[in-house]
């Protein structure tokens, strides 16, 4: 029975390397083409109304998820916790930009876009308080003193990039993380490590990026990204005539559907339901269309 999931497995690199490897790892691109059309190839145009309102249930439900007992919502005195705390967080002082740096989320297209509106911008956009111009990619929030934080986290556009917890783990069992010879033993190590071992590559975003202690104004979801980060831009007042070629996540995103449902079947019962209960506040703050893992969560509630 253990050679039919294989055949699939098989199956599914064969089709993933039919459409390039790039798109299923969303590994770093160095290739540059020539398309800047704005318009859309594949999927559909998002109207900014329809944006705005997605943007509205997505904050809802994390604000909902916010007032339950017990989220950590304030910054801590000691520099030591903030930067164990806010590890994941990243800004662009030259853009007035906080974001959550969470590996396969779309993060290596975005920092690839925000490198070329840095060459772009030459310091236009008003600063708030005079920072050092450092290199402004990857800066780490924890780098700031609390001042200069509390300042930050008030005035910059903070975006939160999400996706589905069970394809980030599917997306790291793919790139050969952990070593495990199956999926199933992936997970179980996965499971064994527990929260505070995990690799932030499957570490649930609510631990990564603290959304209840940083009030993301932008919450964009993983498969809508080109969609999405075109109203964003404009929104954040940035320049929005940039190419978004680099997000191929819509494709990639029906692939894993997929892919994420072989690799589900492998999976004990038991296996799905702790998974389920490892993601239980990723699978409440978030809303995941069709999420594989949502169903299981059996008490909701016992946060
Ligand atoms: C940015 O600055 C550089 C050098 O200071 C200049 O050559 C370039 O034209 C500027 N770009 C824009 C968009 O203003
Ligand atoms: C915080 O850092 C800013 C520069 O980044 C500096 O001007 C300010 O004096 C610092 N504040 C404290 C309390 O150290």
């Known amino acids: 029975m253990r050679f039919l999931p294989r055949l699939v497995i098989s ?23 020539g398309d800047v059309s704005p318009k859309m190839k594949e999927g559909f145009t998002l109207t900014l109304d329809t944006f ?22 304030t910054l801590p005195r000691s520099q030591e916790e903030r930067a164990h705390l806010l590890s994941s967080l990243r800004v662009s002082t030259k853009l007035d930009l906080l974001y959550c740096q969470v590996p396969s989320t779309g993060m290596e ?13 030459n310091v236009t956009l008003q600063v708030p308080i005079p920072y050092p111009q450092s290199h402004a990619l990857e800066t ?3 780098e700031f003193n609390l001042t200069a934080i509390e300042a930050m986290l008030g005035s910059y556009t903070k975006v939160l990039f999400v996706r589905d917890p069970f394809q980030r783990l599917v997306s790291a069992f793919m790139q050969g993380m952990g070593g495990s010879p199956s999926f199933s033993s992936f997970v179980q190590d996965v499971l ?13 975003l609510v631990s990564l990026c603290r959304p209840c202690l940083v009030q993301y104004d932008y919450v ?4 809508f990204l080109r969609q999405e980060l075109g109203h964003l831009l404009r929104r954040a007042g940035l320049p929005a005539d940039i190419p978004l070629r680099e997000f191929t996540d819509t494709q990639v995103r029906w692939t894993y559907s ?3 449902e072989q690799m589900f079947s492998e999976l004990s019962l038991q296996q799905k339901k702790q998974l389920s209960h490892f993601y239980r506040w990723d699978l409440s703050a978030f809303l995941f269309s069709s999420s594989l893992l949502s169903d299981l969560l059996s008490t909701p509630e016992t946060w």
């Open 220 to 223: 964009v979801m993983f498969g």
């Open 109 to 121: 297209g975005w920092q690839q876009l925000l490198g070329k509106l840095e060459e772009k911008e």
């Open 258 to 260: 997929w892919l994420s």
């Open 140 to 142: 780490r929030l924890s």
């Open 52 to 73: 705005l309102h997605v943007q509205q249930l997505r904050k809802k439900r994390l604000r909902a998820f916010c007032s339950q007992p017990g989220r950590v919502t």
């Open 11 to 33: 199956a599914a690199l064969g089709i993933a390397t039919f459409l390039g490897w790039r798109l299923l790892l969303q590994s770093p691109t160095t290739g540059q083409g």
């Open 192 to 204: 064994d490590s527990g929260q505070h071992n995990a690799r932030e590559n499957w570490k649930p």
